[in-house]
């Protein structure tokens, strides 16, 4: 039976290859049982290539049709994929999805390798998908959609022992992935390599039998199908998974370092061996995202070696370590309010959701230019005026939601400078590494604009540059307005960005206004937030990036209205001054994981048909079966709990959770005084134990009363999370 949110195939043709056995036949599984009609294609070989047989494909076909699904066999060597793709357009009328999985070993070491084995292998791997992938692809393309796997390996991206044939055929596949995604693009085709380790008849003797039998394909297949659905956007990515684990692989590149002064000078070995550390220093990699954004840097580094002067980026490193109250008081500076349940989570250290809201680190960008010679440096002459000084445009995207505290290391870049005549604009990338783990959590980069710098007959445009993108030519899908305060700016730069002309009325009036202006990045702190509860309900882990031009100034106290188009999971913005309805926030948009909007949010929780008909029944029945099979653990908590359960303000009915004795059950307790009684209502109490309303919020808002030891009452948060899961 289908479940509330279960992601399905109906109406998909999916073709599966080397699906008799291990990952692939796990793969025809969830995919059939999940409503997608499969082509099971399996040679029926051994692992070295050797023989044939119909009797795997069948055994799997006739699994799937047991269990009510839809599925063909195919016998057809891969490099006869024409046939293979041919199967599914007779049998089902369409083709939906391929998934290359077929594959053979002839492990040999290097010296040993015959022709035949290495020919073998290669044909299977990267010609055999190939074949296949290249006969769908004139179905994905008139129809507008496609999805294609490939399979590549470890041992591919790392090497190994006996398998040159192997692994050059596994990152091969990495090759053609890359170029089929962009090929893919823009007819909704999205390619995807899968790095798996399972456990398989090509594994089975080569790993030790007790790590063997923990490597269950079946942990793997739900990653392979996601990669496959309608819903994921996921393209040109190499995806990792095993033991119920998975990761982005990414190849990366170090910043490098420039062998010769100028064009017209030559590159010696001696030059080589005297930047060699440089070259192989992977500090500062980054991960370049296209061919054309490779070559964009080495034009770069031509103009540099023009001007002789290279590796003149100016590179310049901001280190801060921040706890709750920053991020508190950040969030505090950029609006966030207790009076917005979705903001809660960034004002309360103990929330069970605390979060850091997602722009947090777009703080480190002014604080270090304006704090370091990052800008003298880059225009000789020029004097740290901050009237001169604008904050053009901005673009920031984490890689995970942001730690609640560390010890982080931003690492700055300048990328260009353009000539806009009247100033100078001064492009500065942004890498933001966590300093215990080196892990990257964000990159950005900042557009600043020098007043009166211009006029140095430099280039105008810069193909680093991240550009804004207009809304959609329609009325606002959603809007929302929010009150500054007077005393917002005086608020926002105790996060750090401390310009005096957010606070100087005498640097303000030198600048041309009439009392000092609100941070453009508190705006934008507004807007995002703004986009947050409007289209994430409030979560911040569903943000990937924002980009936004600052148009105009704002004076604190003034009203800012953020207008909102959504196109797709892109939600485009644009923010105003309500007062004179002037645009400050221009070109904006926020880049989401998901759209999870307030209107879409439904209660998952099966509703209880006892004689009580409370919804909340089912909460405490899943609190029940927690205790029981958890006695130890809840008894730790050492209390007994009384909760009344109201409907419209009446008593319907009273649970007693005796955790002393690791007892749930309807009634007063059966023996003492309760340690602490909860009263609320039945609706309240779904939404508390879907996470949808938190209990301080509750508290702080009425809908929670408590009597008695209302600090015992924290010690529950554990056990609802660890009964939520089965809700």
């Known amino acids: 039976m289908k ?7 109906d109406g998909r043709v999916v073709i599966v290859t080397g699906a008799g056995a291990g990952l692939g036949r796990a793969y025809a599984l969830l995919f059939a049982s999940r409503g997608a009609s499969v082509v099971v294609n399996d040679l029926g070989g051994g692992r070295d290539g050797d023989g044939k047989s119909t009797k795997s494909a069948n055994a799997v076909v006739a699994e ?12 057809d060597s891969v490099l006869d994929g024409a046939k293979i793709v041919k199967t599914a357009i007779d049998t089902f009328g369409r083709l939906d999805v391929v998934v290359n999985n077929a594959g053979i070993l002839r492990d040999k070491s290097f010296a040993k390798m015959s022709e035949t084995d290495w020919d073998l292998v290669q044909n299977v791997h990267l010609k055999g998908s190939f074949k296949v992938a290249q006969a769908a692809w004139p179905y994905f393309t008139k129809q507008n959609y496609g999805r294609v796997i490939m399979t590549a390996s470890n041992s591919g991206l790392y090497g190994n022992f006996g398998q040159a044939n192997y692994s050059s055929a596994k990152m091969g596949l990495v090759g053609l992935a890359n170029t089929l995604a962009i090929e893919g693009r823009s007819k909704n085709i999205n390619t995807n390599v899968i790095i798996p380790t399972a456990a398989s008849r090509l594994t089975e003797d080569i790993l030790p039998p007790e790590f063997f039998q923990q490597l269950k394909p079946e942990l793997i297949a739900p990653v392979v199908a996601w990669l496959c659905h ?62 054309e954004e490779v070559t964009g840097q080495l034009l770069t580094s031509v103009e540099e070696m023009k001007s002789g002067n290279p590796g003149s980026e100016n590179n310049s490193v901001y280190k801060h370590t921040y706890n709750h109250r920053d991020t508190i008081l950040y969030a505090l500076g ?12 960034y004002l309360y250290e103990n929330d069970s959701n605390f979060a850091v809201i997602p722009t947090f680190y777009v703080l480190h960008a002014p604080i270090h230019c304006m704090s370091s010679s990052m800008l003298e440096d880059s225009l000789p002459g020029l004097q740290m005026d901050p009237t001169r000084i604008l904050h053009g445009e901005q673009y920031i995207e984490v890689y995970k939601q942001l730690p609640t505290g560390a010890t982080v290391e931003s690492r700055f870049k300048l990328l260009d400078v353009l000539d806009k005549d009247k100033g100078a604009v001064l492009l500065i990338h942004q890498e933001t590494f966590d300093t215990a783990t080196g892990e990257k959590l964000a990159v950005g980069q900042m557009a600043a604009y020098i007043i009166g710098a211009g006029g140095f007959k430099g280039k105008r445009t810069s193909s680093h540059s991240i550009p804004v993108i207009d809304p959609p030519n329609r009325k606002p899908d959603a809007s929302l307005t929010q009150q500054t305060s007077y005393d917002q700016a005086a608020l926002y730069r105790l996060s750090g960005d401390t310009n005096p002309l957010h606070i100087d009325l005498n640097i303000a009036t030198m600048a041309g206004h009439k009392r000092p202006i609100l941070h453009g990045l508190c705006s934008l702190g507004f807007s995002v937030r703004h986009v947050l509860q409007s289209y994430a309900d409030g979560d911040p882990s569903l943000f990937k990036c924002v980009k936004a031009r600052f148009a105009k100034p704002v004076y604190p106290g003034q009203a800012l209205r953020t207008d909102m188009w959504r196109e797709g999971n892109r939600i485009h913005f644009q923010t105003y001054k309500t007062d004179d309805n002037v645009p400050i926030l221009t070109g904006g948009y926020v880049d989401l994981k998901d759209v999870k909007s307030k209107q879409s949010v439904t209660p998952s929780i099966n509703v209880s048909t006892n004689a009580t008909n409370l919804e909340s029944d089912p909460v405490f029945t899943t609190i029940t079966e927690y205790v029981k099979q958890h006695p130890e653990e809840v008894k730790k908590i050492n209390g007994i709990f009384l909760y009344h359960i ?10 007693t959770l005796d955790l002393k004795k690791a007892e749930v059950y309807k009634g007063e307790p059966k023996s003492g005084k309760p340690d602490a009684t909860l009263t609320l209502e039945d609706a309240d109490m779904i939404q508390m134990a879907l996470g949808k ?18 600090m015992l009452t924290q010690k529950l948060k554990s056990l609802m999370d660890a009964g939520k899961s089965k809700l």
């Open 334 to 345: 950029v609006g966030a309010t207790v009076q917005e349940p979705s903001d809660y989570r």
């Open 3 to 9: 479940g509330p949110g279960e992601l399905r195939f």
């Open 693 to 710: 309303l938190n209990p301080q919020m509750a508290f702080m808002q009425k809908k929670l009363k408590i009597t008695g030891n209302i």
């Open 230 to 291: 309608e819903k994921c956007t996921e393209n040109g990515s190499i995806i990792e998974s095993a033991l119920g684990w998975a990761g982005k692989c990414h190849v990366i590149r170090s910043s490098g370092a420039t062998l010769r002064q100028d064009l017209s000078s030559d590159v010696t070995l001696e030059d080589v061996e005297k930047n060699w550390e440089t070259v192989t220093d992977m500090s500062s990699a980054k991960r370049y995202n296209s061919i």
């Open 646 to 655: 109201l409907v419209k303000g009446k008593p319907q009915a009273t649970w």
């Open 64 to 75: 799937i049709k047991k269990n009510g699904g839809k599925a063909v066999a195919n016998y």
